[in-house]
T-cell receptor
């Protein structure tokens, strides 16, 4: 069974631009969560989607948004990029949403975004 | 939000058991403890999770104290490939009754030959 696939793996953008990252979950998984990872902050939860609906959201500004399609693939978008948005963006998929207490999540390799 | 405290780094000799501690003194009664690890340049990998009983799988064992305020992840025979950052996580509940994982900075485990 194929794992979680994130594209692209690496990305360089300039300040003020916007970016869209893609995540394809494991086949059959309907929940997708996004995380931002930086050296000083660790993994920080961005949002979670289940069956095309946002179920949970972290404490990030409105420049960060996401969506999920009917095939469970998810995209996240960051508008008006800032230098501080440089990070590894990770996507995790699970069969059930995070509200289920007994669910493990499978992570992709991440997208390394550099804002210059 | 329930949070965890882990030592920033640990060393372990190859072939020996690695015991990674985690404090989660504010954990709620229905919150699970999860362990993940992240090898450099890869996404986090699920290891094990538990509620109050000790758990074991092919990767590790999880020992949770009776009061559930702390736990220990045990890698019984550490190998060089176990060198990674290990995260202990509990689920946190927000006002909307939705749960999310709160990640700390983890423990960087170095397995030495």
């Amino acid at each position: 069974k194929a794992g979680v696939t994130q594209t692209p793996r690496y990305l360089i953008k300039t300040r003020g631009q916007q970016v869209t990252l893609s995540c394809s979950p494991i086949s059959g998984h309907r929940s997708v969560s996004w995380y931002q990872q930086t050296p000083g902050q660790g993994l920080q939860f961005l949002f979670e989607y289940f069956s095309e609906t946002q179920r949970n959201k972290g404490n990030f500004p409105g420049r960060f948004s996401g969506r999920q399609f009917s095939n469970s693939r998810s995209e996240m978008n960051v508008s008006t990029l800032e230098l501080g948005d440089s990070a590894l963006y990770l996507c995790a998929s699970s069969y059930l949403p995070g509200t289920d207490m007994n669910t493990e999540a499978f992570f992709g390799q991440g997208t390394r975004l550099t804002v210059v | 939000d329930a949070k965890t405290t882990q030592p920033p780094s640990m060393d372990c000799a190859e072939g020996r058991a690695a015991n990674l501690p985690c404090n989660h003194s504010t954990i709620s009664g229905n919150e699970y403890v999860y362990w993940y690890r992240q090898i450099h340049s890869q996404g986090p990998q699920y290891i094990i999770h538990g509620l109050k009983n000790n758990e074991t799988n092919e990767m590790a064992s999880l020992i949770i104290t009776e009061d559930r305020k702390s736990s220990t992840l045990i890698l019984p025979h550490a190998t060089l490939r176990d060198t990674a950052v290990y995260y202990c996580i509990v689920r946190a509940m927000n006002a909307g009754n939705n749960r999310k994982l709160i990640w700390g900075l983890g423990t960087s485990l170095a397995v030495n030959p």
